[in-house]
């Protein structure tokens, strides 16, 4: 009888070390104890999803009163909301700043972090983004470079993945993202890399969780110190609607204009100047607004805006730099 119980107690030792890899992982949020019970501790994303909730990134899911949940949701696909979020609150931008500053357009609860991508102009979102829409692996890479303000240039563009084209909207933040080791594409069982991104494909809250501390430790948090730099734009006179570009970038950031007019961009730069709209590199948001050639120092492009909105740009030649005309 007692080599019996001796027996049962061993196996019930054996059970307890997977009992404790089962169980959810312990956060602390806003000083409180939190546990995601559908994050296992043996997850491979459990420590990047530990790590995003105990520096303030995310939260995991809340109740109608407000509550958290205990859940986290890591194979649910993320929304363009939930991304924007992550996105901002791990480049360390000050949301509520910018909403005192420049109004999103959204009734949201991402309203907030909207006024942020406005004022920094971040590719992917702009009027006419639903929010709620589950996004796609593409436009969290594009969200992320903005955010992070990631350099996007000297990507080999078609030699990394089979998948990925300059003809692929976002690119260039693809290849940026994977260049510095924030996203890797897909593998094979035995973690060998296949060649393929997915573009088009939905991305999970779990690798968006992984994203995020990645970008962090290769980036740091360059939204920190930043401030909305919000100008007004006056009239129909053309010289008070002027953009500048300088080695420095766009300035202003950002320009209110009326519907019908002109807005002239300007070459200060000692590098060459490509105007166009977002996103990089399709120039698709606003059909037209692209200068379709590079402009040397000195030379200007202009754009009479008709259409009322919010209109990203960027340098075609150095897609980091952007500004946005917002025309009322």
């Known amino acids: 009888m007692r080599n019996r119980f001796l027996s049962i107690l061993s196996a019930f030792a054996l059970l307890i070390p997977l009992a404790v890899q089962a169980m959810g992982i312990q956060v602390i949020i806003d000083g409180k104890t939190v546990i995601f019970v559908d994050v296992p501790q043996s997850a491979w994303f459990a420590t990047h999803v530990r790590t995003a909730a105990e520096a303030g990134i995310v939260s995991g899911y809340k109740d109608s009163r407000g509550m958290l949940t205990g859940k986290f949701g890591p194979s649910n696909d993320i929304t363009i909301g939930e991304a924007l979020k992550i996105a901002v609150e791990g480049a360390g931008y000050d949301e509520d700043l910018y909403a005192s500053k420049i109004q999103s357009g959204f009734q949201h ?26 996004a796609l692996r593409s436009e969290v890479a594009a969200i992320f470079t903005s955010a992070f303000l990631v350099n996007t240039e000297n990507g080999e563009l078609g030699t990394r993945y089979g998948d990925v084209s300059a003809s692929t909207e976002f690119a260039t933040a693809i290849e940026a993202l994977s260049r510095d080791g924030v996203v890797s594409g897909d593998t094979d069982i035995d973690g060998q890399a296949v060649g393929t991104f997915r573009p088009s494909d939905n991305i999970n809250r779990a690798e ?34 002027i953009v500048t570009y300088t080695d420095e970038g766009f300035s202003p950031l950002i320009l209110r204009v009326k519907k019908g007019d002109t807005v002239t961009f300007k070459n200060t730069s000692t590098t060459g100047l490509w105007v166009a709209s977002n996103p990089h590199p399709a120039h698709t948001a606003l059909l037209g607004f692209d200068a379709d050639r590079t402009l040397i120092n000195g030379e200007t492009y202009m754009y009479t805006f008709t259409q009322i909105g919010s209109w990203g740009f960027h340098n075609h030649l150095n897609a980091r730099f952007q500004g946005t005309i917002v025309v009322e």
Do not use: C, H
């Open 109 to 134: 609860w991402a309203s907030p972090y909207v006024s942020v991508a406005k004022g920094e102009a971040f590719l992917v979102i702009n009027p006419r983004t639903r929010l709620d829409k589950a």
């Open 208 to 241: 968006v969780a992984k994203m995020v501390i990645l970008a962090r430790a290769t980036y740091g948090t360059p939204g920190k110190d930043r401030v909305p730099s919000e100008e007004q734009g006056g009239g129909t006179e053309n010289e008070l609607n």
